[in-house]
């Protein structure tokens, strides 16, 4: 295969992922992989699993057209360009496809150019926005900011970041958001923040991300100082959408490739995975304005009298009430929820899942242990 047949057929095959990479009309898509892929790299990738296997299970799946040493060189040049995942295993590093958003997009921080940030952009407005935001389990969550849980509330400590990051040992790790770097590449500078490091990075992630040369490794106290730091700048806390997250992004309304297309969307609370929503005394209001300016959904209604909370795009962040000067914002919990899944396997399987169905699902799985690929 050469040319767009060739990059047809990646789309087809990142598309078979948990996370889709569906076809548009314009073919947006084909150019983002242009931009990510060689050929020769794409021919590569498309002898990978969704589930990152040994070097040796794909070496025999390339019915060893280059020797094991030239495929792990180039794997290995593919992993640092961040197009495909590399992961640590017991019996050396395991390689697989990367799913656009969490995976390749994040990967191109520090690299990113103006045209490829207008291709994903584009993308996200004509089909993966849509497709990110879907019927499945999201990849992150909203959890409040720790000062704008109600006390009377026991809160899991997925839900508590605070909570979260004061019982881990560590390493902490912060890395610059590529949502802003893409807007201030195309001259859209965050209207939230200054701050360019705020994606917060935890454990086995952290210290990925720090010998990759990406990351900045910090202290425990500097990380709970992200966190306060949030707060005061009115950013929307989105850990990943497990009990033990990985990261945590630092999100605004005028960058958030997730936010910025939820909001357009009528009722954007229905593709968050949240617990909590904003309620309003409005016997306590001083009508000030303040909750409708910390908004980053367009959450807060009434332009005269007290502020009025739309349920249908409250995304409990918890940012209105931590500003409120009368405390008339409030965080009220919603009707208990299963928790989340334990960690990223089990997240994306359940992804999986929920879009194939059990059988295939464990056809998939059952697949990989015999050198099958999905």
Same mark, same amino acid.
């Given at each position: ?10 789309? @087809? ?5 948990? !996370? ?5 009309? +314009?073919?947006?898509?084909? =150019? ?14 498309? @002898? ?11 070496? %025999?799946? /390339?019915? @060893?057209?280059?020797?094991r040493e030239q495929l792990g060189k180039a794997l290995d $040049? ?19 496809? +990367? ?21 994903? &952009? ?18 992150? @969550?909203?959890?409040?900011? $720790?000062?704008?849980?109600? !006390?009377? $509330?026991?809160?899991? %400590?997925?839900?508590?970041?605070? %909570? ?21 590449? #195309? ?16 454990? *086995? ?54 936010? /910025? ?22 016997d306590k209001c001083q009508v000030c304005g303040t909750c409708?300016? =910390? ?17 249908? &795009? ?8 931590? #500003? ?5 914002? +409030? ?23 929920? =879009?194939?169905?059990?059988? %295939? +699902?464990?056809?998939? !799985?059952?697949? $990989?242990?015999? *050198?099958?690929?999905?």
């Open positions: 295969m050469e040319g767009d047949e060739l990059y047809r057929a990646l789309q @087809r095959h990142l598309d078979r992922m948990p !996370v889709p990479f569906p076809a548009t009309k +314009s073919g947006v898509e084909i =150019r983002i992989l242009k931009q990510l892929f060689t050929p020769d790299e794409a021919r590569l990738a498309l @002898r990978l699993s969704a589930i990152p296997e040994a070097l040796g299970t794909i070496h %025999r799946r /390339t019915h @060893r057209q280059m020797s $040049h593919m992993a640092e360009k961040g197009s495909i995942q590399k992961l640590p295993g017991d019996k050396g590093p395991r390689y697989g496809k +990367s799913p656009l958003v969490l995976g390749m997009y994040e990967a191109q921080v520090d690299r990113l150019t103006p045209e490829l940030e207008r291709d994903v &952009r584009a993308y996200f407005e004509v089909a993966f926005g849509r497709e990110l935001l879907g019927p499945r389990t999201p990849q992150m @969550r909203t959890v409040p900011v $720790h000062k704008s849980i109600p !006390v009377e $509330h026991a809160v899991a %400590r997925y839900d508590h970041i605070r %909570r979260y990051v004061e019982a881990m040992p560590g390493p902490f790790a912060v890395i610059p958001c590529v949502c802003r770097q893409g807007r201030a590449l #195309t001259g859209q500078p965050c209207k939230q923040t200054a701050e360019p490091r705020n994606c917060l990075m935890f454990g *086995g992630a952290a210290t990925m991300m720090i010998k990759k040369g990406i990351a900045r490794p910090v202290s425990k106290e500097e990380m709970l100082g992200f966190l306060e730091q949030a707060d005061r700048q009115g950013l929307v806390l989105e850990p990943q959408n497990t009990l033990n997250p990985l990261f945590v992004c630092c999100c605004c309304g005028c960058c958030c490739g997730v936010l /910025t297309t939820a909001k357009k969307l009528p009722k954007p609370a229905e593709f968050f995975q949240a617990d909590f929503l904003a309620v309003v005394d409005q409708a300016t =910390r908004c980053q959904m367009d959450a807060i209604a009434g332009e005269e009298g007290p502020p009025v909370v739309v349920e249908e &795009r409250c995304i409990g962040c918890g940012l209105c009430v931590t #500003t409120c000067p009368s405390e008339a914002m +409030s965080l009220r919990k919603k009707e208990r929820r299963p928790p989340p899944p334990k960690d990223t396997r089990a997240l994306y399987l359940k992804i999986f899942k929920e =879009r194939y169905g059990p059988l %295939r +699902s464990a056809a998939a !799985v059952a697949g $990989h242990f015999v *050198g099958r690929k999905f």
